[in-house]
């Protein structure tokens, strides 16, 4: 282990794994801190309106498991803040001025957010119930609008805009046009709806795996329904929104597209490969829809699809890898659709969630399903654009720090994150382990402590 | 790639190095005093006889240690946004403390959250020392970040800078000394207020002691300081003689009068002028600095981002702060109410 650590200290493919990881950490509890006091404020809501103290207890453990994720991604999120400029100083030199204000958006709706969390769990039981519950509107709408901002600097690296290059100086900067850039309506929409479906199947797994150990009561099944629905219920939009996406790919990205596709030779009638390994410009043991990549780009059959070939070797991104994650994503987010019909069906002929032990499992792993479809993604979008760190203007290459010793801090991550995993999932576990109440009462809800 | 190397900063690029400046002191002023509490944390003593103290420091840290945590992204973005070479040159050359910081930052603020959700005594040990430990280490190198600036240890450029002897020497060891003693000196202050506001007379005699013992170590600390920077930053030295001379002033004279008055028990009124000690020392080496950004070789007016780009973030901070202030003001004020009239 340590010397392939070693070997991979050599800038920048460390600098590169070192915002991967911590990244693609940071990323599963930034979507529980968008999703999550969205179900907090409903399940608090309808236990101000029917006094049932289900209602009321989850409201309270979902809080206190909020305040504790919070804290996580508050900090795990401070880390990327850093590593832009101690790795990608080269990008932050050059662009830092085209590219910085969605971050200071995003930067005071982080603030709104941190400070109506305070006032949240911390007013739990000093604020009139109502005056309550609306302090934590802000945290919705901030939370929601980090991840708008931060996808939309995001966007920027596939789809630059907002500058021009004029003998190596920067003129005709328009930071408003770079942040509403081609990639920014797609990709944004694309994540923070994926940041709804994480938290929903991962909030139901929880219960599902209580209820498949017999915890059936209603507290369990509502701890299960309404997260889940809330995933389902994006699941559909999801798919729209992700062809959208890919739409935008195709004609701003089509490296990335063919990559994603495994598609080598460019031509009409492209046809869609679903599996396969790419190696050797070719992809092997894929089932291929005849015509089928022309239709989803085009709707036409004879629509042209840019291929591998039109990318000058050099510049072409890694392809098994992208083709991989993007059929891993999509496949997912199929799977979690098929989930939602299931469920819809159920509900439709019975009024009630499908007792079966099938049903259970399935939404059980749908959780961590959803982290996989999503890191997946990140996956297809980030290693799609290679070499690039900024799409046809700036390579990863020339943006990293070229500070020697840099490859350490991937070392000094890695041990720090080992540890913070390990005590995430332990806590976690801890309050999720917390014994329930079978029916419970006034005290059990009151007796609770949110922080 | 610069959009232009005026000599003459844009009066856009002054305001945004003031409100960039602003949010360094509320950092130091709100965050430095949580690293401070878990200083007083790590001192405590055992299980037993420090229980009363770390629950005194976690009721005060508690509900407000995220938001002012956020001052710290509030100035990074700003700096990135507004100063883009500022950034680069100090990140890059800076890259080990910079990333002992951030570290730092998870392990203080995780290891707290999940010290409260824990209930045996082994595992309130293990956060509790772990939110203990970062939260001495993360000021040390932040302090160390500055001395590094300050003593024109960063020139301009990609990792210019010597990446070790940057942020280890004279004066950058003192600044991160400094640093904690501040942190340590301005939690005491809060807490005994804390604590007197909490009817714990007993806990607020304890914090007054630990107040009046930092106070004297970051006076003398100062003092060491002078003569540090006059043989290791001499440019720097010179210019805090020059125009700085009456915010060094303003900080001696605060400081101690926050030490008479802690003497004297008007622990309100201390608050704001150990508050002001350290302002006014932040201030000091901003203003013996200004127009340079980095010492030697980076003006204001070099660093600044095209005018665009100002004019949009000066526009993004006046909205911002006019959502900001009062919500802040909201969460700040809501629990420094007695807990007597805030519980059921």
Known sequence: MLPLLLAATASPVAARSQMGFSLGWHIVVACLGVGMPALVLFVEWRGLRTGEPSYRLLARRWARALGVLFAVGAVSGTILSFEMGVLWSGLMDHYGAVIGLPFAIEGFAFFIEAIFLGIYLYGWDRLSPRTHLLSGLPIVAAGVASAFFVVAANAWMNSPQGFTVVGGRLVGVDPWAAMFNAATWPETTHMILAAFMVTGFLMASVYAVAMLRGRRDRYHRLGLLIPLVLGVAAAPVQIVVGDWAARYVSTEQPAKLAAMEGLFRSGTHAPLAVGGYYSGDELHGAVHIPNGLSLLVHLDPDGYVAGLDQVPADLRPPVPIVHLAFDTMVGIGFALLALGVWLGYCWWRRRELPESRWFLRAVAVSGVAAVAAMEAGWVTTEVGRQPWIVYRVLRVDDAVNPAPGLGWGLVAVLAVYTALTVATVFVLRLLASTPVPAAPQERDVTDYQVV | ?344
């Not at chain 2, 001192?43 to 945590?69: C, D, F, K, T, Y």
């Not at chain 2, 507004?82 to 730092?104: D, E, N």
């Not at chain 2, 800078?161 to 000394?177: E, R």
């Not at chain 2, 660093?303 to 919500?327: F, N, W």
Request: hydrophobic residues 60%; positive net charge; glycine residues 10%.
């Open chain 2, 1 to 344: 790639m610069l959009a232009a190397e005026p000599s003459v900063a844009d009066p856009l690029a002054t305001v945004l190095l003031v409100l960039t400046w602003a949010g360094v002191s509320a950092y130091v002023l709100l965050a430095g005093a949580d690293f401070g509490g878990g200083l007083w944390d790590l001192l405590a003593g055992g299980s037993r006889r420090g229980a009363r103290q770390r629950a005194l420091i976690e009721h005060s840290v508690g509900p407000v240690w995220e938001a002012n945590h956020v001052w710290l992204i509030f100035v990074l973005v700003l700096v990135w946004t507004a100063f883009p070479p500022l950034f680069a040159a100090v990140s890059s050359t800076l890259y080990i403390p910079l990333t002992l910081v951030a570290l730092g930052v998870i392990a203080r603020g995780s290891a707290f959250a999940f010290r409260k959700a824990v209930t045996e005594l082994w595992q309130r040990r293990l956060f509790g020392a772990a939110f203990a430990f970062s939260s001495v280490i993360t000021p040390f190198f932040l302090g160390a970040v500055g001395g590094a600036i300050a003593s024109g240890r960063v020139p301009p450029g990609i990792a210019a800078g010597d990446v070790v002897t940057s942020w280890w020497n004279p004066t950058s060891v003192l600044a991160g000394a400094f640093t904690v003693g501040a942190c340590a000196y301005l939690a005491a202050v809060y807490l005994t207020a804390d604590a007197q506001r909490e009817g714990q007379g007993e806990l607020a005699e304890a914090f007054r002691r630990r107040g009046l013992v930092s106070g004297s170590v970051v006076g003398a600390l100062a003092i060491a300081g002078i003569l540090v920077l006059r043989a290791d930053a001499p440019l720097l030295f010179g210019r805090l003689l020059g125009a700085a001379l009456p915010l060094v002033l303003t900080s001696v004279a605060a400081g101690l009068a926050s030490l008479v008055l802690l003497a004297y028990r008007r622990f309100t009124l201390v608050r704001i002028t150990a508050a002001l000690a350290v302002a006014a020392v932040l201030w000091g080496w901003g203003l013996a600095q200004y127009p340079d950004v980095l010492l030697p070789g980076l003006t204001l007016a070099q660093a600044a981002a095209p005018r665009a780009t100002l004019l949009a973030t000066v526009i993004t901070v006046a909205v911002g702060l006019a959502v900001l202030v009062p919500s802040l003001a909201w969460l700040l004020l809501l629990f420094q109410r007695p807990r007597s009239t805030l519980s059921r």
